[in-house]
């Protein structure tokens, strides 16, 4: 009798939902029809009250694309890092966090001043681009929830980062340092390898039987401004390529040297060939160089990220000596 009654509960007993089950629904709610028809309608009234800086960014996009064509390509980066992390996002409940909405409010009131304010404030694309970084963060908070925000925090910044035209005043805080030691380290090159060649600050002059020919660095490294485009290219490259913390800030890091170094070999690239054409030395061919020059910095990047990647392994003979040893002694 005990016996019968021991089977028959466990007979009627419903099943319990497993945890994959639990997590199923979020899933389907996730990635249903009508919440991605939702986020369309809110990607397009984002990009209709932002539209004064999206269409300038773009205009500037085009109209210099060796400085800042890259900033077409950045969305794209944004989500693939977004694309990567999609079992993640798909399994994180999506709940609403309040706290977005100071977030919104914040940024567009920035927007707003930034862009129709009175001409003694900030009216900067720069400060554009970070209201509305601001606010598409808090929109983040406010429809998806905290977790799901943690996930997109990295490609939200990497965007607003990388995918905006930096202004020139603040661009010179770093390339004008930058275009000196070029000039420099380009004057060396150019007296070891033989060449008559003087330096007046950025401008190099090289003398052909008599005949000076200017190399003025400050032009010639227009293409300094395509740092921002080799610092986005390593950040891309280190999170997607090498799995601890400090091997990514190394990778970053190494970008300066690394964009100095080839920016070197290209001014003095520049003034070699100066010696049979004068030409060269200025006009777009020095753009062309400077493009020539970005195939060994990739290929010296992933050099690095190589040597940073296998700085340390790990020993797989450790492990199972520990064990044995455990076991040996237990």
């Known amino acids: 009798m005990s016996a019968i009654n021991k089977e028959q509960p466990q007979g009627l007993e419903p099943k319990m939902p497993s945890d994959a089950a639990r997590a199923r629904p979020s899933v ?18 984002f990009v209709a009250v932002f539209w004064v800086f999206f269409s300038t960014q773009l205009k500037w996009a085009l109209d210099e694309p060796a400085d800042w064509g890259h ?15 999609r079992q993640d996002l798909l399994l994180a409940p999506a709940k609403a966090c309040w706290l977005g909405i100071p977030l919104v409010l914040l940024g567009v009131g920035a927007y707003v001043a930034t862009t129709f304010g009175p001409a003694w404030f900030v009216l900067h694309h720069n400060a554009r681009g970070l209201s ?23 490609p939200i910044i990497y965007w607003i980062a990388f995918g905006q035209s930096v202004s020139e005043r603040l661009l010179q805080l770093v390339t004008e340092r930058m275009q000196d030691w070029s000039a420099v380290g380009a004057h060396a090159l150019l007296s070891i ?34 740092l921002v485009a080799f610092l986005a290219l390593g950040v891309a490259i280190a999170y997607t390529g090498l799995p601890k913390t400090w091997q990514r800030v190394a990778l970053v890091a190494a970008g300066i040297p690394v964009a100095i170094g080839v920016n070197v070999l290209r001014v003095y690239s520049l003034g070699l060939l100066s010696l049979w054409n004068a030409n060269f030395a200025a006009g777009d061919f020095h753009s062309f160089v400077g493009l020539v020059w970005l195939v060994p910095a990739l290929l010296l990047y992933l050099g690095i990220m190589w ?18 040893g455990a076991s040996s002694a237990s």
Do not use: H, W
Not at 37 to 42: K, M, V
Not at 196 to 218: I, K
């Open 307 to 324: 040597f940073l990647r296998n700085l340390f392994v790990e020993d797989a003979t450790r492990k199972p000596a520990e064990n044995s």
């Open 132 to 154: 509305v970084g601001l606010t598409l963060i808090g929109l983040a908070l406010l429809v998806l929830g905290t977790r799901i925000t943690k996930i997109l925090l990295f």
């Open 71 to 85: 900033t077409l390509f950045v969305p794209a980066i944004s989500g693939y890092f977004i694309a990567i992390r």
């Open 193 to 226: 390898t033989g060449v008559d060649v003087e330096r007046s600050g950025n401008v190099l002059t090289v003398f052909v039987n008599g005949v000076a020919t200017q190399l003025n660095v400050a032009e010639a490294c227009s293409g300094m401004r395509m």
């Open 28 to 45: 389907v709610a996730l990635a249903s029809p009508q919440l991605l028809g939702a986020g369309l309608l809110l990607l397009a009234a």
